[in-house]
């Protein structure tokens, strides 16, 4: 069953590989977010296709789409909905917005206000919007990919903790490699016979049933009393480290088992080893931590620079990585 998995990653890469070069291992990690029922936001500097990755992942999906672009006066009515009033029926009737589909692209999130933002907390956490006292059922299948500039860019509100802690994972682009970049070009000549086609013209791969599908099959993968202790005491680690303020909650512990166990269905193991905890510490671990100002500053401030500088917050769970001790072996 897990080869089920496998497959459908793989054909779901090669596919999005037609209007996206490069960034295999990040479509994956987005695919670990889907396939759990999480969410994706995607942090980098403007110009490294976090759009078009997070569009050609949509097309990718046989489900319904919608686009917000968060702007600093889009209000949180614009997002969820708001109730009309309708004259001939003399009653309040409930306009439903763009969060109700199956995957919505909040582009450039942290160029909303915090109060727009914050429309989104009881969409991603619990699939419903509540609008007027009454409650508006969700897609099983919502799922939001939120692009964002650093914090550090002008115009931009940096995301509430409550709200980063309710996406699955974290994925920063970086630029392409030389080679990349070269393919990139050469792709964009309309007279090259494979030149790159546009994002919208890319057909769906997977629908909602098949997602439903593959996340069952995900939940069956085994993990042993080990690995479950494994990820406590790389979650414990971050609640006591000294350069953090506030470590990663419950929901994160939570998280990395479940994404350990989607990294493992997609090479095909019906069981969790620790290299699948290993390799999604960081993107789900590490927007969870709060740090210390100081710990910035040490840092060189939490950015991801120009010349691949890692954050300060995935330096700390890359060194709690490397100082606990791995089941079976040593730290």
């Known amino acids: ?34 396939l759990c029922g999480g969410h994706v936001l995607i942090e980098d500097v403007p110009g490294t296709g976090k759009t078009r990755l997070a569009r050609a992942l949509a097309r990718s999906l046989d489900c319904t789409f919608r686009r917000v672009q968060f702007t600093p006066d889009l209000l949180p009515s614009d997002v969820t909905g708001v109730s009309v009033f309708n004259q001939q029926s003399r009653a309040f009737e409930f306009q439903p917005g763009p969060v109700f589909t199956d995957v919505l692209l909040a582009d450039e999130i942290n160029r909303a206000a915090p109060r727009t933002q914050s429309a989104l907390l009881e969409a991603m956490e619990e699939r419903q919007v ?104 790389l979650v414990g680690a971050t609640r006591v480290h000294p350069d953090v303020v506030h470590g990663a909650s419950v929901r994160g512990s939570l998280a990395l088992y479940r994404a350990a166990q989607a990294y493992a269905a997609m090479d095909g193991r019906p069981f969790v080893r620790p290299d699948d905890i290993k390799a999604m510490a960081v993107p789900v671990l590490a927007h969870r931590v709060i740090l210390r100002p100081e710990a910035h500053i040490r840092a060189g401030r939490a950015r991801v620079n120009r010349e691949g500088g890692m954050r300060s917050d995935a330096s700390i769970i890359v060194g709690i990585l490397a100082r606990t001790r791995v089941p079976g072996g040593r730290a």
């Open 1 to 34: 069953m897990n080869g089920s998995v496998q497959r459908a990653v793989a054909e779901i890469v090669r596919h999005i590989g037609i209007v996206i070069v490069g960034k295999r291992e990040e479509l994956r990690l987005a695919l670990v977010a889907l």
């Open 130 to 233: 509540t609008v007027d006292g009454r409650s508006h059922r969700l897609p099983s299948t919502f799922f939001v990919i939120a692009t964002q500039n650093p914090v550090e860019f002008e115009g931009t509100f940096p995301l509430p903790e409550a709200q980063l802690d309710r996406f699955f994972v974290r994925l920063h682009l970086g630029l392409p490699t030389r080679d990349e970049e070269l393919e990139l070009l050469r792709r964009r000549n309309p007279t090259e016979s494979d030149s790159m086609p546009g994002v919208d013209e890319l057909p769906a791969v997977i629908g909602t049933g098949a997602i439903h599908q593959l996340q069952a099959v995900i939940e069956r993968v085994s993990v042993s009393d080990e690995m479950r202790q494994y990820i406590i005491d």
